[in-house]
């Protein structure tokens, strides 16, 4: 079945660090995949999306890239802010799906 | 705020209880899923209406789990004789489209605590 995996945290940076939180993914047929952010306190939300191969989604200075030859969708951030501190979560919805497979996500800490 | 709205957020019961969660989605979405999240893990999926129609069911979903959605509009999660094993965060999460073309809004979730 569909699964997705997602690097370990929780994910320590300082304020204006590089980040990289790797997300791959097991699905049949060309999946969409999606990147949701969950804020303490908040529900999840959607943070970015890609829907077929080569695309590159793109949201608050965050990008992921859909790389159908390494079945990945990693997700990276120039330099991150402490209000970028929260859960994330890599998902995909496979073909002929009506629910979305989430990873176990990703606890990024900005530290000022 | 006309967000995705859970009730209530947190109910502690005693083993064998029934429990009873609400969901009110955003009032336009005609689509509505339920997901079960555990402590350190992802969301995972129980089930999924279309306007009043039950769609779709996970193989979670144990007969002791039952899911409603009168006239399409908010959604009933109730867990019958419930088991320490149920303790979780129960999140509700609505959408207007496809969610390859939208969006899924999740409420801020249900939490459990089966003692």
């Known amino acids: ?112 | 705020d006309t967000g995705v709205s859970q009730n209530p957020r947190h109910k502690i019961t005693k083993r064998g209880q029934n429990v009873t969660f609400r969901c009110d989605p955003i009032s336009e979405h005609n689509r509505l899923y339920w997901y079960r999240q555990t402590l350190g893990q992802g969301p995972e999926f129980l089930t999924y209406f279309q306007n009043e129609a039950q769609l779709e069911k996970s193989r979670l979903l144990s007969d002791r789990f039952s899911a409603e959605r009168p006239k399409g509009s908010f959604s009933t999660l109730e867990i019958q004789r419930t088991e320490q094993g149920d303790s979780a965060m129960y999140l509700c999460a609505s959408s207007l489209g496809d969610m390859n073309t939208g969006e899924l809004f999740f409420g801020e979730g249900s939490r459990l605590t089966v003692l």
């Open chain 1, 1 to 112: 079945g569909d699964s997705v995996t997602q690097m370990e945290g929780p994910v320590t940076l300082s304020e204006e660090a590089f980040l990289t939180i790797n997300c791959t993914y097991t699905a049949t047929g060309y999946p969409s995949l999606f990147w949701y952010v969950q804020y303490p306190g908040e529900g999840l939300q959607l943070l970015l999306k890609a829907t077929k191969a080569d695309d590159k989604g793109s949201n608050k200075g965050f990008e992921a890239t859909y790389r159908k030859e390494t079945t990945s969708f990693h997700l990276e951030k120039g330099s991150v802010q402490v209000s970028d501190s929260a859960v994330y979560f890599c998902a995909l919805s496979g073909a002929g799906r009506r629910a979305l497979t989430f990873g176990s996500g990703t606890r990024l800490q900005v530290q000022p």
